[in-house]
């Protein structure tokens, strides 16, 4: 037999292509393909030098990268391994990746795999977060690529406007030539991948961006496999919060605290001290009107502390102690004095203005916060040494500090606790315990659930109220039926006041320009007619193009917004506009004020208590309503404001559509204050402020020899007007009390009845006993309450009108009046007390001595 070598079996297997293939798919093939995708094996490639790759050896590296998805490695490893391929094959000197991301609102890319060369490790080109490299989109031609969203190849950089040279400096390097390309995710760059510098030639080549092209499906696999379980991960994450904290909050959804102290629980577990303070940072950035009034008129000087990086000043609303030595307690002390222990060192202001975590070794021995020296509490525990953090927002506002006292070993905090906090402040936890801590503003979830939950109650209480002007009640005004056959909305304005100049009831004989006016003869229809006929007298109508639908479709509403309660009702609501009315143009107060200022003050005097529920802001708080979950203060006076701007924001209920953005904008402002400035709380909170204020503008007018001089210089003090206004409103709240004595003995009956009626819902709903004024049982003590209450509320605010302008003097003559006839009955009634108690006296003698005639006598008389 013939010797078989190797060359004749070559020869045989050319000859034979047939046999051959069958014969290595039947025998070879399919242990091939198994030990290619051998999690196991490496690439047999040599890649110690440079060479065209062969068919198999290309085979062999998209192997090697299937492997590497087939072992679901993370996703560094895998685009690194694809980068060191490409190196070899494309003959790059390096390559590096450059991840896209957001950070504070603005685009960029950073280094993540970077000089990655065909024999490097992952070791060496893995970018730590601290020492990255980002470029703006607007920077180099990394920024470039990302931008035009394409492949770019530049054959020399230092042609090229893009090229930016400070990496080249920073590393030492030089960059001759730069074949880039973006990864993308549908529409959206996720990474770009940058080769750098041909080895083989003076640039990248056709071949190459082939090259790059087709090995480019595996980075775009990989990187979208990671970018989706990325987004997945935070929605994950951000799932797993909310529904933690949702748990929580509706646990104990006012415990801000509570949730607080679960938030900081695993942070107290790791830092091992002996106590941690929190203190809230008021969120507020722009004032209330009667916190800049006394700055604007110069009673107080403005803020001149220290203010936190976004420009707010800081005060400590709430400092929550935590007290974990001995039996652990929580203190919770709101609107905490500047002198409190865990302020008064000046720490949590440094902290809250700087932005910085402190360490303070030694607390007694600081030179430049002052902490308190002696022992804090019966214990004698004393404060040795502090860490103090900011808590900030995904806004980056400081929305507290956490301020930790003495670890337990006794050693002063060190850099690991520092770094704790550091990551505590980057984790979610932290993330839920900002959002919860922003308090006062209308941004994080927690509020915001809370806020929109509320929200719902309150407005579907409203729909179900059945507030809006329907179509077959304007017609008890606007007959347009009856009169022309069509609806008002089919009407031109013409056809419109021609029925109103008919239907509206005479100014002068409904008295609506006197401040005696009395609702009792009139419907709550004929209030409807007069409220309109007010807007009329003010001249605004024609003025600001108010559609006559829409002004009747309005004060309408607003007649059944009024709930049927026994005083905060629709009259009472339309008596507060007709002062207000009156005060403007019999008072001659019109004259400091624009006729759309006029038009906004009326507006708010007619919305001011709509949908009143009959009880005050603090039966709200008592009872939990809805209301005062969302308003923090003012409760019912922001309710009434918001109710009023719900429905001027209704097409066919906005008399003030066709004003500009500007005298939008001035109207609306008015409505804030002047509503706002009807919470007698805060009325007798600013008293003296308010009071002295206004007491000085009266007094300022009496140093003018001339009206007309006086009146010019009001009409551009805008302080000065907003003041007035707010007096006036609380002057028209309270004008009842003002009225002739047959009308304010009514009056006084009905706020009464309402009283009693909160006062049996805080007997039987609270289980509390009511205060005097609210309970029935003290029914007897009326007339000395009014009493009190003309003297220590009412006396200041019209004995001020009438000295500020004479033709308001009415009021304070009939508030005067009142006071008399309502003391007379105080001392009636004292002196029936005065005389039982006598007889009763008298009754005991004539027991103890067995009868005295004098004492008989006595009896017989009282009875």
């Known amino acids: 037999m013939a010797a078989v070598n190797q060359d004749v079996v070559e020869k045989f297997l050319d000859s034979n292509p047939a046999f051959a293939k069958e014969y290595y798919d039947s025998h070879f093939r399919a242990q091939v393909i198994s030990n290619m995708l051998s999690t196991s094996k490496n690439t047999n490639v040599d890649t110690t030098n440079y060479h065209n790759l062969s068919s198999t050896e290309e085979s062999e ?141 003076p640039s990248f080549n056709a071949n190459d961006e082939e090259v790059l092209q087709k090995f480019l499906n595996f980075a775009n696999l990989v990187l979208r496999v990671f970018h989706l379980s990325y987004l997945h991960n935070c929605e994950t994450r951000k799932g797993q919060v909310l529904l933690w904290s949702a748990s929580k909050v509706f646990e104990e959804l006012t415990d801000i605290e509570r949730q607080f102290h679960k938030a900081l629980y695993t942070v107290r577990a790791f830092l091992n001290c002996d106590r941690y303070s929190v ?62 222990w865990a302020l008064v060192s000046g720490l949590p202001t440094y902290v809250a203005e700087n932005g910085l975590i402190c360490n303070i070794m030694n607390a007694a021995e600081d030179e430049y916060f002052q902490f308190q020296k002696e022992p804090l509490d019966v214990t004698g525990w004393t404060i040795k040494n502090v860490l103090s953090m900011p808590i900030v927002n995904k806004k980056e506002e400081i ?25 505590f402040v980057e984790s979610d936890l932290a993330d839920m315990m900002q959002g919860m801590s922003h308090i006062n503003c209308n941004h994080d979830t927690y509020e915001k659930m809370n806020k929109l939950e509320n929200r719902k109650d309150i407005f579907q209480d409203m729909v179900l109220y059945h507030v809006k002007c329907r179509k077959d009640e304007i017609q008890n005004i606007l ?106 143009m019999t008072g001659d107060l019109k004259r400091y004020y624009t006729d759309l200022e006029a038009m906004a003050m009326l507006t708010a005097g007619l919305c001011h208590d709509i949908d009143h529920r009959g009880t005050n802001n603090l039966y709200q708080m008592k009872s939990g309503n809805p209301l005062a979950k969302l308003h923090g203060s003012s409760i019912l006076e922001r309710h009434h404001l918001e109710f009023g701007k719900t429905l001027l924001r209704d097409d066919g209920l906005n008399i003030y559509q066709n004003l500009n953005r500007r005298q ?11 509503i706002i400035a009807t919470d007698l709380a805060l009325y007798f909170k600013t008293l003296l402020g308010c009071q002295a204020m206004f007491q000085k503008i009266v007094d300022q007018s009496k140093t003018y020899e001339s009206w007309d001089d006086w009146t010019k210089y009001m009409m551009l003090e805008t302080t000065r007007k907003e003041i007035v206004m707010a007096m006036m409103m609380t002057a028209c709240d309270l004008s009842a009390i003002a009225k002739p004595w047959e009308i304010q003995s009514k009056v006084a009956l009905s706020v009464a009845a309402e009283f009693w009626e ?79 108690e006598e007889a009763k006296k008298a009754k005991e003698e004539a027991a103890t001595s067995g009868g005295a005639p004098a004492s008989q006598s006595k009896t017989c008389v009282l009875s």
């Open 758 to 836: 909160q006062g049996d819902l805080e007997r039987t709903v609270l289980e509390q006993q009511p205060i005097p004024m609210m309970d029935r049982n003290k029914a007897a003590d009326l007339p000395k309450l009014q009493c009190g209450f003309i003297d220590f509320v009412c006396a200041f605010v019209y004995k001020e009108f009438s000295r500020f302008h004479v033709e308001i003097t009415p009021m304070l003559e009939r508030l005067l009046n009142n006071r008399k006839e309502w003391n007379a009955l105080k001392e009636e009634h004292e002196a029936k007390l005065a005389m039982l």
């Open 479 to 584: 007959n347009t039926r009856e009169v022309y056959g069509k609806e008002p909305d089919e009407c031109d304005e013409e056809e419109l006041e021609a029925i109103l100049a008919e239907t509206l009831i005479d100014s002068e004989q409904s008295e609506i320009f006197e401040f005696h006016f009395c609702d009792f003869e009139h419907s709550e229809m004929d209030l409807v007619k007069c409220g309109i006929s007010m807007y009329y007298e003010l001249g605004v109508v024609d003025k600001f193009h108010i559609p006559r639908e829409a002004l009747v479709r309005f004060v309408y509403s607003l007649s059944k917004g009024y709930r049927r309660i026994t005083y905060h009702n629709w009259r009472h609501g339309f008596n507060v506009g007709q002062t207000m009315f009156t005060l403007l």
């Open 664 to 674: 939008h904008e001035l109207v609306i402002h008015l409505m804030d204050i002047a």
């Open 279 to 340: 203190g809230l940072l008021d969120m507020t950035k722009t004032k209330e009107f009667f916190d800049l009034w006394p700055v604007l008129m110069g009673e107080v000087p403005p803020y001149a502390g220290p203010r936190t990086p976004d420009g707010r000043e800081i005060i400590f609303y709430k400092v929550i102690d935590y007290i974990l030595h001995g039996k652990e307690d929580i203190k919770v002390i709101p609107s905490p004095p500047a002198d409190h």
């Open 61 to 201: 590296m998209v192997f090697d990268m299937v492997r590497d998805l087939q072992e679901n490695l993370q996703m560094e490893k895998a685009v690194f391994n694809l980068m060191r391929h490409l190196c070899f094959v494309m003959r790059a000197d390096r390559m590096s990746l450059f991840m896209y991301r957001q950070r504070n609102g603005t685009a960029e890319l950073a280094t993540r795999i970077f000089n990655v060369s065909k024999d490097a490790t992952l070791e060496d080109c893995l970018v730590p977060p601290d020492s990255e490299i980002v470029y703006p989109l607007d920077t180099g031609i990394v920024g470039h690529v990302a931008s035009v969203k394409k492949m770019v190849n530049v054959p020399d950089v230092t042609q090229n406007q893009h090229f930016s040279d400070f990496v080249d400096t920073l590393t030492e390097y030089q960059t001759k030539s730069v074949l880039g390309t973006p990864i993308m995710n549908g529409k959206d760059v996720v990474a770009v991948l940058m080769a750098v510098n041909k080895i083989d030639g």
């Open 399 to 423: 929305v507290g500090v956490a301020t930790f006292y003495n670890r337990k070993d006794g050693k002063p905090f060190d850099e690991m606790d520092e770094t704790l906090m550091e990551v």
